[in-house]
């Protein structure tokens, strides 16, 4: 009994140990233990890999939620003025099948500003919206949803513009219609550039130029001009003056002599030599926003004398720089023969400063050729200032009216003859008559420019003209600008041999040649270009690469700003130049 005991005693010890070696076997085998962390690895991937599949999609979903509205209230904001906003962007998100995730618009300002407000001149837009994206793994993890935000704000504001249409009419202007050609395209022009605003907004000044620009007697008298004659409204600048692109109003400006090159006789300065044309056509027309009175401006354009585009630089430039404020100001409440205002209640401030961020400023500047000569006196002429050689003269003299039978005074005669007649009597007035004198420095004497063209005086009768003449009043001698309004420098070397002031006003020196209006060109068109003006230019039939081109394309901002036009295709210039400058406004 013993003896079994002790053999179960062993046996059971012998299993135990079996067991135990068994154990330890089974604990230092590592054999299943890359399966079970490849397990654990794979749970992990899986849901990592799905957050990135989430992550991804919502991101997508965010960007499309962002771009769809960003582009809503971008089409909103540019809208036409009157359009509805709201609407655009509600349509945006519509199409994009997303309604459901954009936020209510405040376009009344309930809550405070409102989302959207629309000015004449500015739109600005607000929008938001929100999703919630249901998750595919991330649930996993228990996200059930991730949710999106995106706002968005978008701003127009259109500038004001200020533009001056510098155009060429010199005589060329009249060969294969291009005067018509050029009145169609710069009609159209105008009508784009005015519908492009809100009334007053925009605002077009039409410079005219052939020998020089006729500024127009209402901006004259707003300048400080000495005017020694009211025959024309030309200015006369020194080269310094094309440096800037601004004519101070305040400093003393030098008025050009007006005359002709060739005589035409006394008080008979019609050629089309003249060295400034003064017939309401040539003048400028500052400061308009009707689309009537710049069409009629440009229909009546004509075309005669040679080109001075320097000229129509200068002043296109001077109209839109600030110091001319005083200029407009003065305009203000002058009407025309037709009793409307020369510049609209409607136009604010202009020109603007430079550097205000809610103006354009654009010159267009049309030419068809080369700059050529212009004659003037210079400013230290002696053929300037007063006591000229002609010589106003005023006499009293009876004019006849009729002859009456004495004691019948119905009966009447207009004939002289009855005048010595027994029985009639003769009934005169009294009239004062001038007469203009003409002094010939060779032999001192004095010739009578009127009816009695034979009857000279000499120095010592015309002295005495109180003696000499029947009903004498008074003389005066005129002013040199006043005598040049009346004569050429070519009729008084005809009259009287004189022809001292021909050869200086017709001189090589004294002109301004061509080539000089090139150089004076250059500068005011610089000066006006670094004053941040657009400059665009067309060239109207120039001759490819010839002067005239090159002097057009260094003109314009860039070559880019440059246009070639032939025939009717000026038109396409212009519309071309039209459709440049509304976009430049809309992006400026």
């Known amino acids: ?103 209510e618009i405040d376009d009344v300002g309930e809550d405070g500003e409102p989302d959207i407000v629309q000015t004449l001149n500015t739109s600005k837009v607000s929008a938001s919206a929100n999703m919630a994206m249901d998750t595919y793994l991330m649930k996993l993890v228990g996200v059930d949803s991730l949710s999106a935000g995106a706002a968005s704000s978008a701003e127009r504001r259109v500038p004001k513009l200020e533009v001056s249409m510098v155009l060429d009419v010199s005589g060329s202007m009249n060969s294969d219609r291009k005067l018509i050609n050029l009145k169609d395209a710069g009609k159209k022009f105008v009508t784009t550039i005015l519908n492009s605003s809100s009334e007053g907004d925009a605002v077009v000044s039409v410079v005219p130029f052939s020998w020089d620009v006729s500024a127009g007697e209402h901006v004259l008298d707003a300048l400080n001009v000495n005017k020694l004659q009211d025959y024309s409204s030309c200015l006369q600048f020194d080269d310094d003056a094309f440096k800037s692109a601004a004519i101070n109003p305040n400093e003393e400006q030098l008025q050009l002599i007006y005359t002709s090159q060739y005589d035409n006789g006394l008080d008979r300065l019609n050629s ?15 400061y308009s926003i009707s689309e009537t009175a710049l069409h009629n401006k440009i229909d009546a354009l004509v075309g005669d004398g040679n080109t001075s585009g320097n000229m129509g630089m200068k002043w296109g430039a001077a109209l839109l720089d600030p110091s001319f404020q005083t200029v407009k100001t003065a305009l203000n409440g002058i009407t025309d023969s037709s009793n409307n205002k020369l510049v609209s209640d409607l136009v604010g401030v202009v020109p603007a400063q430079y550097n205000e961020s809610e103006t354009l400023k654009v010159i267009v500047m049309m030419g068809d050729g080369q700059n050529t000569y212009s004659n003037q006196f210079p400013e230290n002429s002696m053929f300037r200032g007063p006591n000229s050689f002609l ?14 039978k004495n004691g019948n005074s119905s009966v009447r005669y207009y004939s002289e003859w009855y005048c010595g007649r027994r029985n009639w009597t003769c009934e005169y007035r009294s009239e004062d008559r001038e007469d203009y004198y003409l002094y010939d420095p060779r032999y001192n004497d004095y010739k009578n420019l009127g009816a009695s063209r034979d009857e000279w005086l000499s120095a010592s009768e015309f002295a005495n003209l109180s003696n000499t003449l029947d009903g004498f009043v008074s003389s005066t001698a005129e002013s040199w600008e006043k005598a040049w309004g009346k ?15 021909e050869n200086e006003f017709q001189s090589y020196t004294n002109r301004v040649q061509g080539s000089e209006k090139d150089a004076q060109m250059q500068d005011i068109c610089t000066a006006t270009k670094n004053r941040g003006v657009v400059v665009y230019t067309i060239g109207f039939e120039v001759p ?40 430049l406004r809309l992006t400026q």
């Not at 540019?78 to 199409?95: L, N, Y």
């Not at 010589?391 to 009456?404: G, K, L």
């Not at 004569?487 to 002031?501: I, K, T």
Request: charged share 25%.
């Open 1 to 103: 009994m013993t003896r079994m005991s002790s053999k179960i005693r062993t046996i059971r010890a012998m299993v135990s140990a079996a067991r135990m070696r068994k154990m330890q076997r089974f604990g230092e085998d590592e054999d299943g233990a890359v399966v079970a962390f490849t397990l654990f690895m794979l749970v992990m991937m899986l849901i990592a890999g799905g957050v990135a599949v989430d992550v991804m999609r919502h991101e997508m979903e965010r960007a499309r939620l962002q771009n769809t509205l960003d582009t809503a209230v971008l089409a909103a904001a540019g809208a036409p003025f009157g359009t509805e906003p709201k609407a655009i962007v509600e349509d945006f998100f519509a199409k994009a099948e997303m309604s459901q995730y954009l936020n």
């Open 272 to 286: 089309e030599w003249r060295t400034c044309y003064n017939e309401p056509s040539a003048e400028m027309l500052p």
């Open 391 to 404: 010589h106003r003269v005023v006499r009293t003299v009876e004019i006849f009216e009729y002859a009456y």
């Open 487 to 501: 004569m050429s420098p070519n009729f008084l070397s005809r009259e009287n041999g004189y022809n001292v002031a």
């Open 544 to 583: 490819q690469n010839g002067t005239a081109e090159r002097e057009l394309k260094k003109c314009a901002s860039s070559e880019a700003h440059y246009f070639r036009a032939q025939g009717i295709n000026i038109t396409d210039a212009f519309s071309s130049i039209a459709s440049n400058v509304v976009n």
